[in-house]
């Protein structure tokens, strides 16, 4: 299977990790729909990615169960789904927020739910659903506690879903770090903590958003890959 003219909802494509997996899409010549809360961020990344005919935009809160339902609703068609959306929190664990747990919750654990659900209808049986985990579930950094759980309720996800909604395949990737926008949130000096991890992971490098949208690729198009964590981190969970 390739993607050759097939059509790719990317959630959480404004940017990062879903940019690079709209890019990819876009290189194999499919047709992709980015999604996302800000209009502004999505049109910028369509000019980016120079997607011209071959991309659109809807704006689409994963959180909410409208918005997803529309976004399926309004698709005149879809092969595959790829999902990068979160809404995450870094904080200790005795000053834990509950509004900032609900939308890390929501945006990963719920929204990929309502992903499942309303998509599921929707995809041919050739059709593939792919979330975004990460090292956090298996390597986790203090006042990471949020992200590792989210994380690792995916893996559990992912295999569950791949079984009740075959023969769609459901699978997921598990991003070490990424050089994405994801960490202008997070409040560390990124050119630091790069230079340090780069120093310590076996390929001596950051992924980039490319690196994912290549292994994001992989998961579409792999016809016996279902049920599936996917780590492309360079090794991280090692050092
Ligand atoms: N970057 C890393 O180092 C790293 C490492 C491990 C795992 N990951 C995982 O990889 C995934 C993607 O991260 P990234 O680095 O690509 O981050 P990113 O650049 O911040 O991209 C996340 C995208 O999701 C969208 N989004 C956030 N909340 C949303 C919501 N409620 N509904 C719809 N869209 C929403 C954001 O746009 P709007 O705000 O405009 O909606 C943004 O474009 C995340 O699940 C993250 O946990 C990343």
Same mark, same amino acid.
């Given at each position: ?69 529309? &976004? ?7 092969? +595959?789904?790829? !999902?990068? #959306? =979160?809404?995450?929190?870094?904080? /200790? @664990? ?51 506690? &949020? ?7 995916? +893996?559990?996800? !992912?295999? #569950? =879903?791949?079984?009740?909604?075959? /023969? @769609? ?71």
């Amino acid at each position: 299977m390739n993607l050759h003219e097939r059509t790719v909802i990317v959630i959480g494509g404004g940017s990062g990790i879903g940019w690079g997996a709209a890019q990819a899409c876009l290189e194999r010549g499919a047709h992709v729909v980015l999604a996302g809360r800000t209009a502004s961020k999505l049109e910028r990344a369509l000019q980016t990615l120079q997607a011209g005919e071959r991309g659109r935009y809807v704006s689409a809160d994963i959180t909410k169960e409208g918005d997803v339902s529309a &976004l399926f609703r309004g698709a005149e068609r879809v092969d +595959h789904v790829v !999902v990068t #959306a =979160a809404d995450l929190a870094y904080q /200790p @664990i005795v000053e834990f927020d509950v509004a900032a747990a609900q939308r890390a919750l929501g945006s990963k654990l719920l929204g990929a739910l309502l992903v499942a659900k309303h998509a599921a209808p929707r995809l041919p049986a050739h059709g593939s659903l792919t979330f975004t985990t990460g090292v956090a579930s298996e390597r986790p950094l203090p006042r990471g506690s &949020l992200t590792a759980t989210v994380n690792g309720g995916l +893996h559990s996800f !992912v295999r #569950a =879903a791949a079984i009740e909604l075959a /023969p @769609i395949r459901v699978n997921a990737l598990s991003p070490g770090w990424v050089d994405s926008e994801l960490w202008d949130s997070i409040g560390v000096d990124k050119a630091a903590a790069f230079a340090q991890m780069a120093a310590r992971l076996p390929v001596g490098r950051i992924a980039t958003p490319a690196d994912l949208g290549h292994a994001a690729v992989f998961l579409m198009e792999s016809e016996m890959t279902t049920g599936a964590v996917l780590t492309v981190d360079g090794g991280h969970r090692f050092v």
